[in-house]
Each structure stands twice: as structure tokens, then as C-alpha cells.
């Protein structure tokens, strides 16, 4: 067990293992308190990424571009749930890592697929979203079912693929480490692949999705300017106080994407550029991308009427009964 014991001895993740990592110590209250959160919070986020999905899979009304790449990021931050929280968890609360240096490198890997497929869907949402408003007449030819999905495949495959080549050949030897002891599972990569993965991991998407977001902005509220003007001389009253409505919405809506997604990545990365060790600090951070999976449903779901009601249908069981996907879950709402 990792809580501390009477005799407050040191403990060794691997005692018969003389290169073995001194584990850390913690009380049984602290213990058993950081297992039941962490529990919680997995489950959660499990919980919150399967109703999305079951929703956009099981409702034919929902099968639109847009929702095919809220599906993708909902399946990403199921796995995040289901397999990183809980492993990162284990290693938190332990302070060791118990599961071989095969099984660290692969999970190492998945978490690095995981994440970077979330990135790649919010840089698709920013696209999908910007064709929309900006380009309101070619969108329905621009952005198809088809094209949407061949887009999410590509974008898993350059993950895998990115993340297998980078922690294959990229990361650093740790048995050639002075500090290096077993039961640890660091990430270190050499410079060259770590500058490159600042640039293709954090500085292009970040810089994309502000940039695409800020023109959303722009013509936004450009819009509401005219619809403004068209108030005041009497001609557009009525339409023009709805689409006033919906575009404030909008903007609220996309600002919320941005803070959250801001918040969540900016601080880990700056903390990595000034940080060459692994620190409490750092780990807090990571656990807030962890975390943005568990956030990301009620950002890009919870907002939209349509999940509301297609989360009533399923907790009620009622996606059970003939013809139950043929429901218009959209229905008064506008999606």
C-alpha cells in the first residue's frame, strides 16, 4: 500500500530491485480520498462522452458534419476517461509505476493519439464553424458528410502515425540517465523532436483556431452591425431581433470554446518550454487537459437543445422502441 506506515520507513516501488524508485508516502485519509475523486471523475467523464455518442449515432437527424466531428472528439475523450485518467491516476496516488517499460511506452503513445485527435478536432470545428458563418452560401457544398469523415480518418491516422514515429525513434534513453530508476514512466523527448512537437502540437493549431475564431468574430459582428441599422429604420424588426439573438449567442458560445481550450493547453505548454523535470506543477496541468475531456461534452453538447432532448430519450429508455432513430430529436430547437 502507498499510505504511510507506523514505522515511517523508506519504501521502494520495487524492493528486490536495487535501481528501484523510492516511493512517496501518504496517509490512509489521503489515500483513500484521492482514489474514490479520481474514480468520480473518470466515470464522469465516461458517462458524459457516451451519451454523445449514443446521441449523434443513434438519432439519423444528427448525422450532419458538424456533429460527426463532435462524435470524433466525444470518442477521443471517452478513451481519455476510460484509459489515461484512471492509469494516471494509479501513478499520481502510488507515485510509482508498476506496469513495465513496454506498457509505459505504449501508454505513453495513447496519450499522445488521445490528446492530439482532441486538437485536431477542435482545429475542425474551427474550420467547419468559420465556412459556416463566413461562407454561409458554399457551405452545404464545401463541408459534406462525406468529405467531414474522410477529414476525422485522416486526422486519426496522422495522430497514430505522429505519435507512434515520435515516441518511437524520438524519446530519450532513459536507462542512460544518472537520476533514471525503475518505476518511473517520464515522457522526455531529445530537442529536436521536442521543438518540433511545440510547433505541430501547440503553436499551428493554437495559432489557426484564434486566428479562424477572431475572423468569426469579426464578421459576427459586422452582421449584427447591419441588422442594427436595418432596426432602427423599421425594416427588419422582427428577423432582424432573432438573428441578433442567435448570432450573440454564437459569439458567447465560440468565446466559451476559446477560454476553455486556452486555459487548458497554454499553461502546460509554457510550463514544458521552462521546465526540464517533471514537477507537481506540471502534473497539475496535464491533469487539466485530462480534465478538458470531461469538459468538452458540456461545451460542444450540453449547449445544443438537440442533446437535451436526445439525453432525455435515452436515459428514458426510449431509443429502445421501433423507429426510435427516426426521432427529430431537433424538432423547436434550433441546432
Known amino acids: 500500500m502507498a499510505y504511510e506506515t507506523e514505522h515511517h520507513e523508506t519504501q521502494?516501488?520495487?524492493?528486490?530491485?536495487?535501481?528501484?524508485?523510492?516511493?512517496?508516502?501518504?496517509?490512509?485519509?489521503?489515500?483513500?480520498?484521492?482514489y474514490v475523486f479520481f474514480s468520480l471523475l473518470s466515470a464522469w467523464t465516461v458517462f458524459l462522452n457516451l451519451?454523445?455518442?449514443?446521441?449523434?449515432?443513434?438519432?439519423?437527424?444528427?448525422?450532419?458534419?458538424?456533429?460527426?466531428?463532435?462524435?470524433?472528439l466525444a470518442v477521443a475523450d471517452l478513451f481519455v476517461g476510460l484509459i489515461v485518467m484512471p492509469i494516471e491516476a494509479i501513478k499520481l496516488i502510488e507515485m510509482c509505476w508498476y506496469f513495465g517499460d513496454a506498457i509505459c511506452?505504449?501508454?505513453?503513445?495513447?496519450?499522445?493519439?488521445?490528446?492530439?485527435?482532441?486538437?485536431?478536432?477542435?482545429?475542425?470545428?474551427?474550420?467547419?464553424?468559420?465556412?459556416?458563418?463566413?461562407?454561409?452560401?458554399?457551405?452545404?457544398?464545401?463541408?459534406?458528410?462525406?468529405?467531414?469523415?474522410?477529414?476525422?480518418?485522416?486526422?486519426?491516422?496522422?495522430?497514430?502515425?505522429?505519435n507512434i514515429v515520435s515516441l518511437s525513434y524520438g524519446s530519450v534513453d532513459m536507462s542512460h540517465r544518472s537520476d533514471a530508476c525503475y518505476g518511473e514512466c517520464p515522457l522526455v523527448l531529445d530537442f529536436a523532436l521536442g521543438v518540433t512537437d511545440l510547433f505541430i502540437s501547440f503553436l499551428f493549431p493554437c495559432t489557426l483556431i484564434i486566428t479562424l475564431y477572431l475572423r468569426i468574430f469579426y464578421i459576427v459582428h459586422k452582421q449584427v452591425k447591419v441588422i442594427n441599422s436595418l432596426m432602427k429604420s423599421g425594416k427588419c424588426e422582427m428577423k432582424?431581433?432573432?438573428?441578433?439573438?442567435?448570432?450573440?449567442?454564437?459569439?458567447?458560445?465560440?468565446?466559451?470554446?476559446v477560454t476553455v481550450y486556452l486555459l487548458c493547453w497554454i499553461p502546460y505548454y509554457v510550463l514544458c518550454l521552462t521546465e526540464s523535470s517533471v514537477s507537481s506543477a506540471s502534473s497539475f496541468l496535464a491533469w487539466c487537459l485530462y480534465i478538458n475531456s470531461c469538459l468538452n461534452p458540456n461545451i460542444y453538447a450540453l449547449f445544443y437543445p438537440w442533446f437535451r432532448t436526445s439525453v432525455k430519450h435515452i436515459l428514458?429508455?426510449?431509443?429502445?422502441?421501433?423507429?426510435?432513430?427516426?426521432?427529430?430529436?431537433?424538432?423547436?430547437h434550433n441546432s
Not at 512517496?24 to 489521503?30: A, T, V
Not at 439573438?245 to 458560445?253: P, V
Not at 428514458?316 to 423547436?332: E, G, R
Open 12 to 34: 521502494y516501488c520495487f524492493p528486490a530491485i536495487n535501481s528501484s524508485c523510492i516511493k512517496g508516502k501518504r496517509s490512509r485519509h489521503e489515500y483513500n480520498i484521492m
Open 51 to 72: 451519451l454523445v455518442i449514443i446521441s449523434i449515432s443513434h438519432f439519423k437527424k444528427l448525422h450532419t458534419p458538424t456533429n460527426l466531428i463532435i462524435l470524433s
Open 105 to 162: 511506452r505504449l501508454f505513453l503513445i495513447i496519450i499522445g493519439l488521445l490528446l492530439s485527435t482532441s486538437l485536431s478536432n477542435l482545429v475542425l470545428i474551427a474550420v467547419d464553424r468559420y465556412v459556416a458563418v463566413c461562407h454561409p452560401l458554399l457551405y452545404p457544398k464545401k463541408i459534406t458528410t462525406t468529405k467531414m469523415l474522410i477529414s476525422i480518418c485522416v486526422c486519426w491516422f496522422c495522430s497514430s502515425t505522429y
Open 240 to 257: 432582424g431581433s432573432v438573428k441578433r439573438k442567435s448570432e450573440s449567442k454564437a459569439a458567447l458560445t465560440l468565446g466559451i470554446i
Open 316 to 332: 428514458t429508455l426510449q431509443i429502445f422502441k421501433p423507429a426510435s432513430s427516426l426521432v427529430n430529436v431537433l424538432t423547436d
